[in-house]
DNA sequence: TCATGTTTAGTGGGTA
DNA sequence: TACCCACTAAACATGA
């Protein structure tokens, strides 16, 4: 079982770095996407070292917002009021540390100014909502795949994200009892012409994918798992909701997809 | 006004 | 020693 997300580090200085402590708000995140001010929260409700002096801290977490590469900024939906963006972290990003420590980072993560460009055209053209699984959705095919990643043809008709597993899943008897009852809520967007007029153009029917703040979300948030500290837990449990999506699709071609071997241990996780 | 976001500069630790 | 990374501080711009 992952470890308890309550802290054990008290008032003392947890050990991990800016980015691993946004990283993990974002990923304990239903949707994987939070503002700046959700972000601040959690990591003050877990860490509470993190409760005084926060001008510093905040200060020096935003400064790695905008430095790093592997944070991505989304803006909000210009129907929605509210001050700032929300930030999520860049698919490509979980390769970024060693063996899935949230300790280490094996290397610095940098994105092409290419992609950059491209992405800060596409984003504020998506809907909020959206924006996560479209900008994963149109990486994949900047990558030369041509099948969304969440693709129905990945998992049952009528599976249900928010439901267990059922047993007809493929390899789902390999399972361990450690499965999140909280998923990712990332929806699946119908592929659609890259212009401007299609992008910004609501989606042909409503999708389930509650606001923050909103009852629903909030629910939600109860009902989120204890926080892998481990990325390769976390992709691990990607893996066994969509076990033909990263082993046993194409998009198994992807480095970083590579490099999550299937992590079902019941054992102390590596960062601790 | 304040929260948010960007940028620059400097420091220190680890490592090849 | 050079380089990379993380951290800190500060100034400034922007928008609700």
Known sequence: MPRPLKMTYGDQKPPYSYISLTAMAIIHSPQR?????EIYRFIMEQFPYYRKNTQKWQNSLRHN???NDCFIKVPRNVTKA??????????MAFD?????SLLRRRKRFRVKQLEKDLNNWKLPAANTEMASA?????QMSHLGFTEPPMSAGHMPANFDLGSPVPASI???KTLPTIMPTCLPQLPVRPKRAFTIESLIAPDPKGLPHPDFGSAEANALKKQ???LPFNFNELATHYQLYFPN?????????LPCYQKTPPLFHNGPLSVF
């Open 245 to 253: 999506f990263l082993y046993n699709s194409q998009y198994g071609n």
């Open 65 to 67: 917002l905008s430095f």
């Open 96 to 100: 970024m540390f060693e063996n899935g």
């Open 82 to 91: 509210g001050k700032g963006s929300y930030w999520t972290l860049h698919p």
């Open 33 to 37: 996407l939070l503002p700046l001010s």
């Open 134 to 138: 479209h900008y994963l959705d149109d």
């Open 170 to 172: 493929p390899n789902y």
């Open 224 to 226: 989120q798992f204890t």
